[in-house]
């Protein structure tokens, strides 16, 4: 069982950056690829990146690459989300997810990301 809490959200002017963070309880937290997700309103949840349970695989759909970077400090069970050269279209609600296997099982609350123009 994995618990997921995300913070670091919040409203910010284009352009800006933000950092998002999802802290994950249990004591096999390498063991999953996370990922962050994000759903704006009206939309589909669609992934943003992914990392693997080590941190050298990582991947970015094609709207946030160069601008976003995904991390993970296994030692504090956290992962990351940088956020650069943010755009309104960025503006969603972001959430946190664990795989193990091929499923997404464990999401977090989710976390609003507003960008204004």
């Known amino acids: 069982q994995v618990q997921l809490v995300e913070s670091g959200g919040g409203l910010v002017q284009a352009g800006g950056s933000l950092i998002l963070s999802c802290a994950a309880s249990g004591r096999t937290f390498s063991e999953y690829g996370m990922a962050w997700f994000r759903q704006a309103p009206g939309k589909e949840r669609d992934v943003v990146a992914t990392i693997s349970g080590s941190g050298g695989t990582t991947y970015y759909a094609d709207s946030v690459k160069g601008r976003f970077t995904i991390s993970r400090d296994n030692a504090k069970n956290a992962m990351y989300l940088q956020m650069n050269a943010l755009k309104p279209e960025d503006t969603a609600v972001y959430y946190c997810?664990?795989?193990?296997?091929?499923?997404?099982?464990?999401w977090g609350q989710g976390i609003q990301v507003t960008v204004s123009s």
């Open positions: 997810a664990a795989r193990k296997g091929n499923s997404y099982m464990y």
